[in-house]
Nanobody
Framework: QVHLVESGGGLVEPGGSLRLSCAAS????????MGWYRQASGKQRDSVAG???????NYTDSVKGRFTISRDNAKNTVYLQMNSLKPEDTAVYYC?????????WGQGTQVTVSS
């Protein structure tokens, strides 16, 4: 079983930055591809970015050039650096394996981009 805890969200003005963290329990973390997902109010949860065990990354088009996913296998943690934030980035952000496993969803962390 994997337990995931997201943190780092908050309220930020357009153009600002946030860094999200996802701490995973268990030493098996380093074997998983990991991803960040987000769900805006009233919408489905979508993939934002993914990273392989070796650090190869991919991003949804709307965040390319603005978001960076990374991981520290020694700390069982995956990060999402978000720059040049836009109001449309407002959502609850979650991490999970990539592709996601339904039983691994955590509580997420709220990101609100507003002036």
């Amino acid at each position: 079983q994997v337990h995931l805890v997201e943190s780092g969200g908050g309220l930020v003005e357009p153009g600002g930055s946030l860094r999200l963290s996802c701490a995973a329990s268990g030493s098996i973390f380093r074997f998983f591809r990991m991803g960040w997902y987000r769900q805006a109010s009233g919408k489905q949860r979508d993939s934002v970015a993914g990273i392989t065990r070796g650090g190869v990354t991919n991003y949804t088009d709307s965040v390319k050039g603005r978001f960076t996913i990374s991981r520290d296998n020694a700390k069982n943690t995956v990060y999402l650096q978000m720059n040049s934030l836009k109001p449309e980035d407002t959502a609850v952000y979650y991490c999970n394996t990539y592709p996601p496993v339904s039983t691994y969803w955590g509580q997420g962390t709220q990101v609100t981009v507003s002036s």
